[in-house]
Protein backbone atom coordinates (compact mmCIF):
# COMPACT_ATOMS: atom_id res chain seq x y z
CA UNK A 1 0.00 0.00 0.00
CA UNK A 2 2.76 2.26 0.68
CA UNK A 3 4.47 1.60 -2.72
CA UNK A 4 1.15 2.29 -4.16
CA UNK A 5 1.40 5.78 -2.22
CA UNK A 6 4.35 6.88 -3.17
CA UNK A 7 4.27 5.88 -7.03
CA UNK A 8 0.81 7.89 -6.84
CA UNK A 9 3.04 11.23 -4.99
CA UNK A 10 5.41 10.51 -7.35
CA UNK A 11 3.35 10.71 -10.00
CA UNK A 12 1.67 13.97 -9.06
CA UNK A 13 4.65 15.42 -8.44
CA UNK A 14 5.64 15.03 -11.87
CA UNK A 15 2.88 16.81 -13.45
CA UNK A 16 2.93 19.12 -11.05
CA UNK A 17 6.35 20.02 -12.38
CA UNK A 18 5.66 19.53 -15.69
CA UNK A 19 2.23 22.10 -15.54
CA UNK A 20 4.58 24.61 -13.37
CA UNK A 21 7.37 24.57 -16.61
CA UNK A 22 4.64 24.87 -18.73
CA UNK A 23 3.64 27.84 -17.10
CA UNK A 24 6.21 29.45 -16.60
CA UNK A 25 7.81 29.46 -20.38
CA UNK A 26 7.89 32.57 -21.72
CA UNK A 27 5.69 33.98 -24.51
CA UNK A 28 6.55 34.88 -27.90
CA UNK A 29 7.86 37.94 -27.92
CA UNK A 30 7.52 40.33 -31.05
CA UNK A 31 9.23 44.05 -31.51
CA UNK A 32 8.34 46.45 -34.47
CA UNK A 33 10.13 48.96 -35.52
CA UNK A 34 7.21 51.71 -35.23
CA UNK A 35 3.90 51.59 -34.13
CA UNK A 36 2.74 51.38 -37.97
CA UNK A 37 4.55 47.56 -37.83
CA UNK A 38 2.89 46.61 -34.32
CA UNK A 39 -0.64 48.24 -36.11
CA UNK A 40 -0.38 45.33 -38.43
CA UNK A 41 0.38 42.92 -35.87
CA UNK A 42 -2.44 43.67 -33.96
CA UNK A 43 -4.81 43.18 -37.04
CA UNK A 44 -3.01 40.25 -37.68
CA UNK A 45 -4.04 38.82 -33.90
CA UNK A 46 -0.68 39.51 -31.90
CA UNK A 47 -0.87 41.18 -28.84
CA UNK A 48 1.33 43.19 -26.70
CA UNK A 49 3.50 43.89 -29.48
CA UNK A 50 6.53 46.35 -28.56
CA UNK A 51 8.29 48.93 -31.03
CA UNK A 52 11.10 50.71 -31.23
CA UNK A 53 10.05 54.46 -32.56
CA UNK A 54 8.27 56.33 -30.64
CA UNK A 55 4.25 57.21 -31.76
CA UNK A 56 4.73 61.03 -31.25
CA UNK A 57 7.55 61.49 -33.80
CA UNK A 58 6.50 63.68 -36.72
CA UNK A 59 8.07 60.57 -38.82
CA UNK A 60 9.15 57.73 -36.75
CA UNK A 61 10.81 56.11 -39.73
CA UNK A 62 13.44 58.51 -39.37
CA UNK A 63 13.98 57.57 -35.67
CA UNK A 64 17.82 57.00 -35.27
CA UNK A 65 18.38 53.06 -33.37
CA UNK A 66 20.06 53.07 -29.29
CA UNK A 67 22.25 50.70 -28.16
CA UNK A 68 19.13 49.97 -25.78
CA UNK A 69 16.79 49.06 -28.53
CA UNK A 70 19.72 46.87 -30.37
CA UNK A 71 19.10 44.98 -27.38
CA UNK A 72 15.46 44.80 -26.83
CA UNK A 73 15.37 43.68 -30.65
CA UNK A 74 18.25 41.04 -30.38
CA UNK A 75 16.17 39.68 -27.00
CA UNK A 76 12.81 39.59 -28.66
CA UNK A 77 11.91 36.26 -30.43
CA UNK A 78 10.19 38.46 -33.49
CA UNK A 79 11.39 41.75 -35.64
CA UNK A 80 8.78 43.34 -37.47
CA UNK A 81 10.19 45.90 -39.82
CA UNK A 82 9.23 47.69 -43.29
CA UNK A 83 12.57 48.50 -44.55
CA UNK A 84 12.85 52.18 -45.24
CA UNK A 85 13.12 53.22 -41.44
CA UNK A 86 16.73 54.33 -40.92
CA UNK A 87 16.96 52.15 -38.15
CA UNK A 88 17.88 49.74 -40.22
CA UNK A 89 20.57 50.55 -42.39
CA UNK A 90 22.23 51.86 -39.11
CA UNK A 91 21.84 49.17 -37.70
CA UNK A 92 24.29 47.26 -40.20
CA UNK A 93 25.69 44.07 -38.47
CA UNK A 94 24.71 44.73 -34.90
CA UNK A 95 21.29 42.53 -35.16
CA UNK A 96 21.23 38.86 -33.86
CA UNK A 97 18.96 36.97 -35.43
CA UNK A 98 18.67 34.07 -38.21
CA UNK A 99 16.63 35.65 -41.04
CA UNK A 100 13.38 33.55 -40.02
CA UNK A 101 12.94 36.06 -36.98
CA UNK A 102 13.28 39.13 -39.03
CA UNK A 103 9.47 39.26 -40.57
CA UNK A 104 9.49 42.44 -43.18
CA UNK A 105 6.40 43.48 -44.37
CA UNK A 106 4.81 45.96 -46.72
CA UNK A 107 2.84 49.06 -45.12
CA UNK A 108 -0.08 51.28 -46.74
CA UNK A 109 -3.48 51.10 -45.51
CA UNK A 110 -5.51 49.87 -48.30
CA UNK A 111 -8.12 47.31 -47.69
CA UNK A 112 -6.50 44.78 -49.83
CA UNK A 113 -2.83 45.55 -48.37
CA UNK A 114 -3.86 45.08 -44.45
CA UNK A 115 -5.71 41.50 -45.72
CA UNK A 116 -2.69 40.37 -47.00
CA UNK A 117 0.41 41.30 -44.41
CA UNK A 118 -2.02 40.77 -41.73
CA UNK A 119 -2.81 37.38 -42.99
CA UNK A 120 0.99 36.46 -43.73
CA UNK A 121 1.88 37.73 -39.99
CA UNK A 122 -1.25 35.64 -38.74
CA UNK A 123 0.25 32.68 -40.75
CA UNK A 124 3.43 33.15 -39.10
CA UNK A 125 2.24 33.01 -35.45
CA UNK A 126 -1.08 30.93 -35.59
CA UNK A 127 -3.48 33.67 -34.72
CA UNK A 128 -5.78 32.83 -38.20
CA UNK A 129 -8.91 33.27 -36.82
CA UNK A 130 -8.25 36.18 -34.67
CA UNK A 131 -7.00 37.95 -37.59
CA UNK A 132 -10.31 37.39 -39.63
CA UNK A 133 -12.44 38.93 -36.79
CA UNK A 134 -9.85 42.36 -36.60
CA UNK A 135 -9.21 42.56 -39.81
CA UNK A 136 -13.39 42.18 -40.59
CA UNK A 137 -13.41 44.97 -38.49
CA UNK A 138 -11.08 47.16 -40.21
CA UNK A 139 -12.59 46.57 -43.34
CA UNK A 140 -15.66 47.63 -42.43
CA UNK A 141 -14.47 50.60 -40.66
CA UNK A 142 -13.50 51.82 -44.25
CA UNK A 143 -16.33 50.39 -46.23
CA UNK A 144 -18.70 52.51 -43.83
CA UNK A 145 -16.58 55.63 -44.45
CA UNK A 146 -17.04 54.75 -48.08
CA UNK A 147 -21.05 54.93 -47.68
CA UNK A 148 -20.62 58.13 -45.92
CA UNK A 149 -18.44 59.52 -48.86
CA UNK A 150 -20.90 58.86 -51.28
CA UNK A 151 -23.84 60.12 -49.26
CA UNK A 152 -21.95 63.55 -49.05
CA UNK A 153 -21.44 63.33 -52.23
CA UNK A 154 -17.49 63.68 -51.69
CA UNK A 155 -16.95 60.85 -54.37
CA UNK A 156 -18.06 63.82 -57.17
CA UNK A 157 -15.26 65.87 -55.63
CA UNK A 158 -12.26 66.37 -57.31
CA UNK A 159 -9.01 65.07 -55.03
CA UNK A 160 -5.46 65.88 -55.08
CA UNK A 161 -4.02 63.58 -52.86
CA UNK A 162 -0.56 62.89 -51.30
CA UNK A 163 1.19 59.64 -52.60
CA UNK A 164 1.05 58.28 -49.32
CA UNK A 165 -2.78 58.76 -48.35
CA UNK A 166 -4.34 57.57 -51.90
CA UNK A 167 -4.69 53.93 -50.83
CA UNK A 168 -7.14 55.38 -48.62
CA UNK A 169 -8.66 57.65 -50.88
CA UNK A 170 -9.51 55.23 -53.28
CA UNK A 171 -10.66 52.53 -51.16
CA UNK A 172 -12.92 55.36 -49.87
CA UNK A 173 -14.48 55.96 -53.46
CA UNK A 174 -12.77 59.39 -53.88
CA UNK A 175 -11.85 60.64 -57.34
CA UNK A 176 -8.15 61.29 -56.78
CA UNK A 177 -7.47 63.38 -60.17
CA UNK A 178 -3.67 63.16 -58.89
CA UNK A 179 -1.11 62.63 -56.71
CA UNK A 180 2.15 64.91 -54.82
CA UNK A 181 4.63 64.32 -52.48
CA UNK A 182 6.36 63.23 -49.96
CA UNK A 183 8.51 65.84 -51.67
CA UNK A 184 7.67 69.59 -52.09
CA UNK A 185 5.24 70.76 -54.57
CA UNK A 186 6.51 71.35 -58.10
CA UNK A 187 6.10 74.28 -60.00
CA UNK A 188 4.25 71.51 -62.64
CA UNK A 189 2.20 70.51 -59.73
CA UNK A 190 1.01 74.09 -58.51
CA UNK A 191 0.02 74.97 -62.11
CA UNK A 192 -2.08 71.13 -62.72
CA UNK A 193 -4.10 71.75 -59.36
CA UNK A 194 -4.43 76.10 -60.31
CA UNK A 195 -6.44 74.96 -63.67
CA UNK A 196 -7.80 71.41 -61.98
CA UNK A 197 -10.93 72.73 -59.89
CA UNK A 198 -9.35 70.97 -57.18
CA UNK A 199 -11.90 70.70 -54.28
CA UNK A 200 -10.11 68.78 -51.30
CA UNK A 201 -6.59 68.43 -50.86
CA UNK A 202 -5.49 65.50 -48.88
CA UNK A 203 -2.00 65.96 -47.08
CA UNK A 204 -0.14 63.68 -45.06
CA UNK A 205 0.92 64.98 -41.29
CA UNK A 206 3.96 63.19 -41.29
CA UNK A 207 5.56 65.75 -43.69
CA UNK A 208 2.95 68.16 -44.81
CA UNK A 209 3.53 70.10 -48.09
CA UNK A 210 0.12 71.21 -49.40
CA UNK A 211 -0.20 74.34 -47.71
CA UNK A 212 1.33 76.14 -51.44
CA UNK A 213 -1.64 75.14 -53.15
CA UNK A 214 -3.85 77.28 -51.37
CA UNK A 215 -2.19 80.03 -52.93
CA UNK A 216 -3.12 79.31 -56.75
CA UNK A 217 -6.62 77.17 -55.78
CA UNK A 218 -7.88 79.53 -52.74
CA UNK A 219 -10.88 77.65 -52.77
CA UNK A 220 -9.67 74.13 -52.36
CA UNK A 221 -10.14 72.26 -48.64
CA UNK A 222 -6.99 70.56 -47.57
CA UNK A 223 -7.81 67.72 -45.36
CA UNK A 224 -4.78 66.59 -43.20
CA UNK A 225 -4.23 62.95 -42.45
CA UNK A 226 -2.25 60.00 -40.68
CA UNK A 227 -1.04 57.42 -42.16
CA UNK A 228 1.10 56.39 -39.00
CA UNK A 229 -0.59 55.12 -36.14
CA UNK A 230 -0.20 57.97 -33.00
CA UNK A 231 -0.12 55.33 -30.42
CA UNK A 232 0.58 51.41 -29.96
CA UNK A 233 -2.15 48.73 -28.52
CA UNK A 234 -5.21 46.92 -29.80
CA UNK A 235 -7.50 48.72 -32.59
CA UNK A 236 -4.71 51.60 -33.60
CA UNK A 237 -5.05 51.18 -36.94
CA UNK A 238 -8.98 50.73 -37.51
CA UNK A 239 -8.85 53.75 -34.70
CA UNK A 240 -6.38 56.64 -36.94
CA UNK A 241 -8.61 55.25 -40.36
CA UNK A 242 -12.26 55.84 -38.97
CA UNK A 243 -10.49 59.42 -37.58
CA UNK A 244 -8.84 60.47 -41.23
CA UNK A 245 -12.39 59.52 -42.60
CA UNK A 246 -14.07 61.80 -39.59
CA UNK A 247 -11.61 64.39 -40.69
CA UNK A 248 -12.58 64.30 -44.61
CA UNK A 249 -16.29 64.41 -43.91
CA UNK A 250 -16.16 67.93 -41.49
Not at 27 to 45: E, L, P, Q, R
Request: charged letters at 20%; one cysteine or more; glycine letters at 6%.
Amino acid sequence: MKKIVALVLAALLSFSLFAQAAQEKPASTVVASTAWTAAFADIAGVDNVDFIAPATMTHPPEYEITVGDVQKINDAEYFLYAGYEVMMKSMGTTFKKDESALIRIQTNNSIENVRVQSAKLAAIFGTEAENKIRFATYEEGILDGRRQVAAQGLDKKNVYCHAMQVYLAKDLGLNVVGTFGPAPLTAAQLAEIAKGEIDIIIDNIHNPVAPPALEVSPKSRIVTWRNLPGRGGRGTLEEMVRANIAELLK
